[in-house]
């Protein structure tokens, strides 16, 4: 079973050898810093706790389910890139095949040595309360609140998303699809927002 002793375990790791790796292997989060970076697609490579499915997909031709959240309460990436200051928004699209009300938390790791209280991350708390599928848009910083003093948004060791700790418990019927994890600078996500599209007579488009 894997929980909040599985995060903190990966404190301790030499990250930066990884970490380096992810960003040479992920041609989506190149050093040019594009307004989108892939974290998860899911078509090629899972996250650590996920299984690749076609059972519910939102783009592409596969997702990452999280099934079995007591034998495995915590998943995320094994590397990201760990220099996430050029976005602003964390987006993913979550499936939940029942409205069951579970608890999660989104950590991203950002430990500062030079802070002795305790572990430094960033986080955010959310209950799953729909089905099917909803798009999470969360902005770094109002959304993904820091605890004690982390390194900053410039240096991250690790994110993943955990049903246990923090109060939450792994349910028994808690399925998800996780699908389109994504970074992004402001000026692309402005493309989410919804916008009437009108015809004239004249057949002019007035958005």
């Known amino acids: 079973m894997r929980s909040l002793s599985w995060f903190a375990q990966r404190r301790s ?29 899911f078509e090629q490579e899972s996250w650590e706790g996920l299984t690749p499915s076609r059972e519910q997909v939102k783009m592409g031709e596969s997702s990452g389910k999280w099934a079995d959240l007591k034998a495995h309460s915590s998943v995320g990436p094994a590397t990201m890139p760990r220099d996430w200051s050029h976005y602003d928004r964390l987006l993913f699209w979550l499936y939940s095949e029942k409205n069951n ?56 060791d690790s994110f ?31 493309t989410l927002v919804d916008r009437q599209a009108t015809c004239g007579d004249d057949g002019s488009v007035a958005v």
């Open 13 to 41: 790791l030499p990250f930066a050898a990884p970490l380096i790796a992810a960003a040479v292997l992920s041609p989506p989060c190149s050093a040019q810093t594009p307004d989108v970076c892939v974290l998860g697609d």
């Open 101 to 156: 009300g579970q608890s999660l938390t989104l950590v991203c790791n950002s430990d500062n040595p030079a802070d002795a209280e305790g572990w430094d991350y960033f986080y955010y708390h959310f209950r799953v309360d729909w089905t099917g599928w909803k798009l999470l848009n969360l902005r770094l910083g109002p959304d993904l609140q820091p605890t004690r003093k982390p390194k900053g948004w410039h240096s991250l």
């Open 160 to 190: 993943g998303f955990h049903a246990g700790g923090w109060q939450n418990q792994p349910l028994p019927d808690t399925v998800l699809y996780f699908d389109d994890v994504k970074l992004v600078r402001d000026p692309a996500a402005l």
